[in-house]
């Protein structure tokens, strides 16, 4: 069975906000930030892995960029081979 990533992307995402709209609503409700500080940290560690992959993610596609563009370059250096017979 292969892992989903995409999944536990989904689940860690949906957590955080859960984690987040709970701890606004128990700040309010209960006027103590203190109190649910630990809930608030819960959104927080949900959110840092999808944070990080996206940061990875985004320098991964400007490199691959790069070497594309870096590839044209070498591309359009290299003369074209003549149709004329040589004799």
């Given at each position: 069975m292969?892992?989903?990533?995409?999944?536990l992307r989904t689940i860690l995402f949906a957590v955080g906000v859960v984690a987040l709209v709970i701890g606004i609503y128990q700040t309010i409700y209960y006027n103590d930030l203190g109190r649910n500080y630990w809930i608030f940290m819960v959104s927080t560690?949900?959110?840092m892995p999808l944070l990080y992959w996206r940061q990875q993610?985004?320098?991964a596609a400007k490199i691959a960029e790069q070497e594309a563009k870096l590839a044209r370059q070498n591309r359009a250096k290299t003369p074209a081979k003549s149709?004329?017979?040589r004799r």
């Open positions: 292969k892992f989903d990533k995409s999944l560690v949900c959110w993610e985004r320098v149709t004329k017979k």
